[in-house]
Antibody
Framework: QVQLVESGGGLVKPGGSLRLSCAASGFTFSDYYMSWIRQAPGKGLEWVSYISSSSSTIYYGDSVKGRFTISRDNAKSSLYLQMNSLRAEDTAVYYC??????????????WGQGTLVTVSS | QSALTQPASVSGSPGQSITISCTGTSSDVGGYNYVSWYQQHPGKAPKLMIFDVNSRPSGVSNRFSGSKSGNTASLTISGLQAEDEADYYCSSYTGSSTPAVFGGGTKLTVL
């Protein structure tokens, strides 16, 4: 069965950095576009970043552009999010989610359980 | 890309039907048939309930249905059950360099 397991969240000071990981299993990871989506405490969902199956196409939301970097290692079936220059407003549960095979569709059929990132001094 | 507009809350009694709207623009909801709906229970990850406007993933009850007219998509839940009480989010493909946008979410209360 498809599984996505995030890790790497925690407490970090403003201006600090954190690297999130998402371990995928149960499907051919290298075939799929993947995404990071976040949810601030008590708030709605916010799409953060996309990466194509071959890493050739990458998109970022305006609120994280220039600070976050998405990457993947298909040999390890893993997705990553390097977060730099963190701000209090980046505090959220971060989910990795699976999208389509051939292209971005914004249809997220599987989600991980999420990892909490707290940015506070 | 602005968030899609959903009502903050809706409610209904067991057995009734409810509809949640999701309003966007011609650049997202109105321009593509890639509208999805997600159900989220407290403390849990979102679950895909409807994709491509009106398709259901395997295992999702046929009490859930989706539709679209112009720039507004809708999720209808018929035969409301207690376990349907949750937050519901719509999303749409946008075709831009920020290709996904979500609605603000709707809290469904089963009375």
């Amino acid at each position: 069965q498809v599984q996505l397991v995030e890790s790497g969240g925690g407490l970090v000071k403003p201006g600090g950095s954190l690297r999130l990981s998402c371990a995928a299993s149960g499907f051919t990871f290298s075939d799929y576009y993947m995404s990071w989506i976040r949810q601030a405490p008590g708030k709605g969902l916010e799409w953060v970043s996309y990466i194509s199956s071959s890493s050739s196409t990458i998109y970022y939301g305006d609120s994280v552009k220039g600070r976050f970097t998405i990457s993947r290692d298909n040999a390890k079936s893993s997705l990553y999010l390097q977060m730099n220059s963190l701000r209090a407003e980046d505090t959220a549960v971060y989910y990795c989610a699976r999208d389509g095979v051939l292209a971005v569709t914004a249809v997220f059929d599987y989600w991980g359980q999420g990892t909490l990132v707290t940015v506070s001094s | 890309q602005s968030a899609l507009t959903q009502p903050a809350s809706v409610s209904g009694s067991p057995g009734q039907s409810i509809t949640i709207s999701c309003t966007g623009t011609s650049s997202d909801v109105g321009g593509y048939n890639y509208v999805s709906w997600y159900q989220q229970h407290p403390g849990k990850a979102p679950k895909l309930m409807i994709f491509d406007v009106n398709s259901r993933p395997s295992g999702v009850s046929n009490r859930f249905s989706g539709s679209k007219s112009g720039n507004t998509a809708s999720l209808t839940i018929s035969g409301l059950q207690a376990e349907d009480e949750a937050d519901y989010y719509c999303s749409s493909y946008t075709g831009s360099s920020t290709p996904a946008v979500f609605g603000g979410g709707t809290k469904l209360t089963v009375l």
